[in-house]
């Protein structure tokens, strides 16, 4: 598995629509892995250095990034179909939407069982009295963000060590219904687990084969979407009330596990000193200190790529802050502790899911450096060096490269050509020759050189 | 390939831009976490020497395919007992340097730790060198 695991590229559900895409540059601009470029006029996406954030999608004036789409339909090639939803759907709806109506209408579209994602917390705690996490290195770097484990993988490996390996609270409440599921003699094949996705790091990961979620969870759903569908029914069904609503299975869970997935949700339940991060810039900055290896007084860090939590997902339809509003209001209504009656169930089939808590290591994906051998590393990183000082550095971005730092590194690595620098263009156009000489022409896609020849 | 920096006596506030900068150079490089890890652990507490307690100095980088050898010079004033100054715990610094989080006495014991070779030159009233160097031979790459 883990030999497997390393040979697998990642699963990336961001795609340019270039009949869309103006080449504007924002999305360059804000990528935090500097992964976008701008070439022919319109966004590319580097593959090996896009952690599926979704930061580009939030910040595009032409609605130009897009998720890819998944066929809802798929559900109903199982005859048990499994919704595993985040609470934060909740969030979503005002508040004159019922949780009740809301599980309700999830039935309606076609869902036999619901399970909060959440509930995992609540299993796991119920297992093991606390919050178990399972790391080599201090201090836990929490693996809840699918998003910020990419990261850690390409850009921080010396971190790997860190990160928790105890399988997030989704992936636990996924196995739990399946195990109930075949506790009432229900074959295997015949279950789809279906999890319902505010964001394309979570969706990306259960697309990726050999992740963490492999087995376990057979499709994600965009949560857009399963809310527009759900929407549509309560649209359509504006009345009903009473035995109608009230037939179906209220999903147990806790107060404390309901806000897991906001900001400070995770780190609140966790023991010792622990300190929450959110959005993507910030987790950088914070990553590279913990990197630094001068932090051993903190125990638990829960770090999370989007504003707010969850709730700021890119699929999420509603204002994040009215959502994680509406989340703390419906927790602060639920009970701190799991019934006796859900508590002896979980525990009736502890030898099951004990034995498959925890996930495999996880492996490096190295995307900084600027070749897999170190001298032509460093002949590399002095030709970058070199570069920089002759490029204006105002970082205009017009060349197609968010920096100028980054266009030089691009040219370093033979995947651009110095000609792509307008400033350099306009204000010396003779130099421009001479550096292009030197430094290489390239390349098959770039955009038409012999054009801007002078 | 060869960087230097200037390094303020005092600077606290900016005490470590040197070794994050390092940091970032030895992962374009693909020096492996293993490696990168020692030598900026290494060169952070040569840096915060230099700041809580030299008059200011210098930081020289030369980064080749087999290893990595960084000079700190400061201009003094020089360490008395080196041997002493060694020794886990064992600080001068003032309580106002300690309040900042900084000299718990571990600097030269785990520069000695991550080093393969170092070599110390110094002396009451003289400026201290300190050259540190690491081999890249061992331990793979990709460590």
Not at chain 1, 155 to 165: F, G, I, K, S, T
Not at chain 1, 416 to 421: D, K, N, P, Y
Not at chain 2, 75 to 80: D, H, K, R, S
């Given at each position: 598995m883990g030999q497997r695991m390393r040979d697998q590229p990642f699963h990336h559900t961001l795609m340019v629509r270039k009949d869309l895409?103006?080449?504007?540059?924002h999305c360059m601009k804000r990528c935090p892995t500097e992964a976008i470029r701008i070439t022919g006029g319109k966004a590319q996406v580097d593959p090996e250095r896009?952690?599926?954030?979704?930061q580009c999608m939030a910040v595009c004036p032409h609605n130009a990034i897009v998720i890819e789409q998944n066929d809802f339909?798929?559900?109903?090639?199982?005859?048990y179909r499994v919704a595993i939803l985040p609470t934060l759907l909740i969030g979503q709806?005002?508040?004159?939407?019922?949780e009740e109506a809301m599980v309700d209408a999830l039935h309606n579209i076609g869902f036999t069982h619901v399970h909060y994602a959440e509930s995992g917390v609540d299993i796991l705690k119920t297992l093991g009295k606390k919050i178990s996490v399972y790391a080599d290195q201090h201090p836990v770097v929490s693996s809840y963000c699918p998003a910020v484990v990419r990261l850690i993988q390409l850009?921080?490996?010396?971190?790997?060590?860190?990160?928790?390996?105890m399988r997030t609270p989704a992936q636990i409440a996924a196995l739990y219904a399946r195990v109930v599921l075949q506790s009432e003699g229900?074959?295997?094949?015949?279950i789809g687990v279906f999890y319902i996705t505010p964001c394309a790091a979570k969706y990306a990961q259960i697309k990726?084969?050999?992740?963490?979620t492999s087995g376990l969870i057979q499709g994600g759903l965009n949560l857009d979407y399963v809310f527009n569908l759900m929407q549509a029914y309560l649209a359509q069904h504006p009345n009903r009330k009473g035995e109608e609503l009230s037939r179906w299975e209220r999903p147990a869970i806790t107060g404390p596990a309901f806000l897991w997935?906001?900001?400070?949700g995770e780190s609140a339940m966790m023991q010792g000193r622990t300190l929450s991060v959110d959005e993507v810039h910030n987790v950088i900055e914070f990553l590279e200190l913990v990197e630094d290896d001068r932090?051993?007084?903190?125990?638990f860090l829960e770090l999370r790529a989007c504003d707010t939590g969850c709730?700021?997902?890119?699929?999420?339809?509603?204002n994040r802050f009215l959502a994680t509003e509406r989340i703390k209001h419906h927790a602060a209504?639920?009970?701190?502790e799991l019934h006796e009656e859900d508590k002896a169930r979980i525990l009736s089939f502890s030898d099951q899911l004990i034995r498959n808590l925890k996930t495999d290591r996880i492996v490096a994906k190295h995307?900084?450096?600027?070749?897999?051998d170190v001298t032509m590393a460093i002949r590399k990183l002095e030709k970058v060096k070199r570069i920089t000082e002759v490029?204006?550095?105002?970082?205009?971005g017009l060349c197609g490269c968010p920096t100028c730092r980054s266009l030089a590194e691009d040219i370093a690595k033979a995947n651009?050509?110095?000609?792509?620098?307008v400033v350099l263009k306009l204000t010396d156009p003779h130099g421009l020759n001479n550096l292009a000489k030197i430094w290489g022409e390239v390349i098959?896609?770039?955009?038409?050189?012999s054009t801007s020849e002078v | 390939m060869h960087v230097s920096f200037q390094v303020q006596a005092g600077d606290f506030s900016n005490a470590g831009k040197v070794s994050s900068t390092v940091k970032g150079i030895l992962k374009q490089l693909n020096l492996g976490p293993v490696h990168v890890k020692r030598i900026i652990v290494a060169l952070y507490e040569a840096e915060v020497n230099v700041v809580a307690h030299s008059y200011g100095g210098t930081i020289t980088c030369e980064v080749e395919p087999e290893s990595v050898d960084i000079l700190v010079c400061d201009?003094?004033?020089?360490?008395?007992d080196l041997d002493l100054a060694m020794t886990e715990g064992w600080s001068t610094a003032t309580t106002e340097v300690r309040e900042m989080g900084?000299?718990?006495?571990m600097g030269l014991a785990n520069i000695r730790k991550n080093t393969d070779r170092l070599a110390i030159d110094t002396g009451e009233g003289k400026p201290t060198k300190i050259h540190m160097c690491f081999d890249l031979a061992n331990g793979a790459a990709h460590a």
């Open positions: 895409c103006q080449g504007c540059t896009c952690v599926d954030c979704g339909q798929q559900i109903f090639h199982y005859k709806f005002e508040d004159d939407v019922s850009r921080y490996p010396a971190l790997l060590p860190n990160v928790n390996l229900i074959d295997s094949e015949d990726t084969p050999g992740s963490a997935s906001l900001t400070k932090h051993k007084n903190l125990d709730t700021g997902g890119i699929l999420t339809p509603r209504t639920l009970p701190k995307s900084l450096q600027l070749d897999r490029l204006p550095g105002i970082d205009c651009a050509s110095i000609r792509r620098c098959q896609k770039d955009q038409k050189p | 201009t003094g004033p020089g360490i008395p900084f000299g718990a006495g």
